[in-house]
């Protein structure tokens, strides 16, 4: 199990990090797309299909985060370049 998450922690936390906030507040004006589709979610609103790949992908590094620091033990471990 370990060596299927170590992908999580290939890219760097920072990088991570930059994607996150980028993504989250992209758009700016009039509103993030994050912000506006959170909003839509909670008010029952976000049934278009546009609209639920706009949520994954404006907060896909957030998750990627989240998972990345559920799964502490496979750390350091990359298993990407054929290992």
């Not at 976000?46 to 896909?60: A, G, M, N, R, T």
Request: hydrophobic content about 55%.
């Amino acid at each position: 199990m370990r060596r299927m998450l170590a992908w999580l922690h290939c890219p760097s936390m920072g990088m991570l990090i930059a994607a996150a906030l980028l993504l989250g507040a992209m758009p700016l004006v009039p509103e993030p797309h994050l912000v506006e589709k959170l909003r839509m979610l909670f008010n029952g609103t976000l049934v278009k299909p546009i609209d639920i790949f706009d949520l994954f992908w404006h907060s896909w590094p957030i998750l990627w985060i989240i998972l990345r620091l559920l799964t502490p033990g496979a750390a350091g471990q990359c298993a990407i370049g054929g290992r």
